[in-house]
């Protein structure tokens, strides 16, 4: 991979086999059209840092002083005596409003109509590969058997039309009691990645309240809540990355156990495990925040988990979008200084020394003996040889799809919340892909070469995550965004048609009594699942308002994609014409 020019994927197929130039050949197309997002995200993001002091609602928050006390737990309950005001959410109110304004809204319908582009001219270029390095369906044979499969007794026998003979193969039946352990695995660890999403929100209200009784420190409680997230955030990063790191084994073990005919069902079923578990794995506290914290529980009317012993928490004032942003973040910084670490190990040979330290310490004397004369001889006779038989195995290429599709429903399904982020993920990923391109050649033993047409089944999981992004876009900027809400208000109960008393109005009112007193107090809360006052009329309007502009956003992009696909093509013209004969180009 040569610097600032084209890869040479030529040379990389004829050398390492098709499977590895398919991989390099999507990374780079990948990286490029990510250039056109960060373009747009840096606009986007310019224009939401001027809203941060112009925005109507932030300054009423920030100038309301200690006019609204707001509702919290440790008060309430008379844990502590420290009152939150709503002027405390200033800082964090002014991050979101660069994320809540009406270019984010442009901003969300161009990378859905980006992504629809990419995969479209991504399936014709790998359309375009395949015919010219031989390995497209009609003339390939990049389904070889595995040697498993084939020294395993198989008992059903079939007649194969193509060879013209009877062979043996194993059925569905066959595989059937494997397939069931992988089903329970995987909904095993399914089940234990969503309990993980809901013990970190747990934690994080816990641990924002116990930072409010904090005596000694004014900053502890005053940013109790920015602090409770940026720790919980690390806390679930670290847990995500651990957890993929044992499904990942447990996902190879179970394929190898289904024992799959040809190399291409192996991959195909794997991937689809992978990317299965990992969506729910990196997403799930994402998704929760979005849709669900601020949701389901109010101060007069509070919901908890397990019995009494866990409330529901609530979402900061002016929505979650702050703590979606902070959590992506921290979670693709993680995930990104991973591959950074170990290029990083890889670079200054590390692996080299670990072996010899190994060699040294981790057997007897006699052996190290033994195994030093036997290298020794081993390298004067054939030191070449030895050396590149010593090189590290690649990683699975699944491994590597799995991380830059992950890094792509970020940046799509919750990439209104950052913006910013395609410019970070384009530096980083050109920083990797000279880094892999690094070990391939130099740290990694030549891998097997097999054949293969594309990318196999990630260009289904492409598809339905351009169908599913549209979907959430929508949601979430109709039910997590404070653009609707405010705009509902400015247009069918403010008086002068303007965002003056739109805090006051949003704000919902809760009386009660602290324990040990009889004196009411009054706390404020904002209203996310119910209206704030009496007046229903506003909640029905903003319910209206939601639904029309889903069905809108949805099917306007829906209809965009799909025009995009119809008129551009899977394939081009040439490579039809060329696939089927002179003349007689399908579809």
């Known amino acids: 991979h040569m610097k600032w020019k084209s890869q040479p994927l030529n040379i990389i197929r004829n050398y390492f086999g098709s499977v590895t ?8 197309y990948y990286n490029t059209w990510l250039i056109l997002p960060a373009i747009v995200g840096v606009c986007v993001t310019v224009f939401g840092l001027t809203q941060m002091f112009l925005h109507p609602a932030v300054q009423q928050i920030c100038d309301s002083g200690e006019k609204y006390p707001m509702c919290t737990e440790c008060w309430m309950e008379g844990n502590c005596d420290t009152v939150t005001y709503l002027s405390n959410y200033c800082f964090t109110t002014r991050i979101t409003s660069a994320a809540n304004n009406e270019a984010v809204i ?6 859905m109509i980006w992504l629809s582009l990419f ?13 010219m390095w031989g390995t497209t369906h009609s003339r390939s044979a990049s389904a070889e058997l595995r040697v498993k499969y084939v020294n395993t007794e198989k008992k059903t026998m079939f007649f194969n039309k193509f060879a ?3 062979q043996a193969e194993l059925t569905f039946f066959d595989r059937l009691p494997f397939y069931v352990v992988a089903f329970t695995t995987v909904s095993i660890f399914l089940s234990v990645a969503v309990l993980l999403s809901l013990t970190i929100t747990i934690y994080n209200f816990s641990l924002s309240q116990s930072l409010l009784k904090t005596q000694n420190s004014e900053f502890t409680k005053k940013y109790a809540e920015e602090l409770a997230n940026i720790i919980t955030g690390l806390i679930s990063g670290t847990a995500i990355l651990t957890l993929s790191f044992m499904y990942h084994w447990v996902a190879n073990k179970l394929t190898e156990l289904e024992n799959h005919r040809t190399q291409r069902d192996h991959d195909n079923h794997l991937s689809f495990k992978v990317y299965l578990f ?3 794995n990196h997403y799930g506290t994402l998704f929760y925040i979005a849709f669900f914290k601020g949701n389901l529980s109010t101060p007069g009317e509070p919901r908890y988990l397990f019995g009494d012993t866990f409330r529901i928490e609530n979402c900061a004032p002016g929505g979650c979008m702050s703590e979606v942003s902070m959590q992506m973040i921290i979670i693709m910084s993680l995930k990104q200084s991973i591959p950074l670490l170990k290029g990083l190990f890889k670079a200054l040979n590390l692996y080299k020394y670990w072996q010899m330290f190994k060699r040294a310490f981790c057997c007897s004397a006699r052996k190290r003996a033994v195994a030093a004369d036997n290298l020794d001889n081993m390298y004067r006779r054939r030191g070449k040889i030895v050396e590149d038989f010593e090189l590290r195995e690649p990683n699975e290429m699944y491994r590597e799809y799995v991380n830059n599709i992950i890094q792509l429903g970020f940046l799509t399904i919750f990439g209104t919340a950052l913006p910013i982020a395609p410019v970070i993920c384009l530096f980083l990923n050109h920083h990797q892909l000279r880094q892999e391109a690094t070990q391939f050649v130099k ?4 891998p097997v070469g097999f054949r293969a047409d594309g990318i196999g089944s990630w260009t289904n999981i492409l598809e339905v995550l351009t169908r599913m992004a549209i979907l959430v876009n929508a949601v979430l900027i109709a039910f997590t965004f404070d653009y609707l809400p405010m705009i509902v208000y400015r247009d069918y109960q403010s008086e002068n048609r303007t965002f003056d008393g739109y805090i006051n109005f949003m704000l919902g009112t809760h009386t009660f009594q602290r324990p040990n007193s009889t004196v009411s107090e009054t706390c404020r809360y904002w209203s996310y699942i119910s209206p704030a006052n009496e007046n229903s009329d506003f909640w029905n309007q903003l319910m209206l308002a939601r639904m029309i502009f889903i069905f809108s956003f949805q099917n306007i992009a829906w209809a965009m994609a799909r025009v995009i696909e119809i008129i551009v093509g899977n394939t081009p013209a040439y490579v039809q014409q060329r696939m089927v004969g002179p003349g007689v180009a399908v579809r």
């Open 119 to 131: 995969v479209t001219f991504f399936k014709r270029y790998q359309n375009t590969l395949a015919h």
């Open 164 to 166: 013209g003979t009877r």
């Open 21 to 28: 130039a398919f991989y390099f050949a999507f990374t780079g």
């Open 106 to 111: 442009v901003f969300a319908m161009l990378m």
């Open 443 to 446: 740290r990694y033993r030549r």
């Open 278 to 280: 990992e969506f729910i």
